[in-house]
């Protein structure tokens, strides 16, 4: 019971999620910041990259997955010809 408390908060949402995103958030506006003051010359497209990295590279991996998943459906079903 302590171990479903201690891994699972707002109904479902996982601790190691609400990290990340805080994580992304954080560093968002700490590039923001420095770019505001001039001391990076970053494009906004790398300063925003946490945020969109923090929902792209989960997403592309559950893509690849996915297509794994389909091809390896696929190359089964080639298989059974014997």
Do not use: N, Y
Not at 53 to 76: D, N, Q, R, Y
């Amino acid at each position: 019971m302590e171990k479903e408390k201690a891994s699972l908060i707002g109904g479902g949402i996982s601790l190691g999620l609400i990290v990340m995103a805080c994580t992304a958030m954080c560093l968002t506006i700490l590039f923001g910041i420095l770019k505001s003051v001039g001391v990076i010359a970053w494009s906004w497209f790398w300063i925003v990259s946490p945020l969109w990295m923090t929902v792209g590279i989960p997403a592309l991996v559950i893509v690849v997955g996915l297509i794994l998943i389909m091809l390896g459906v696929s190359f089964k079903g080639e298989d059974t010809d014997e």
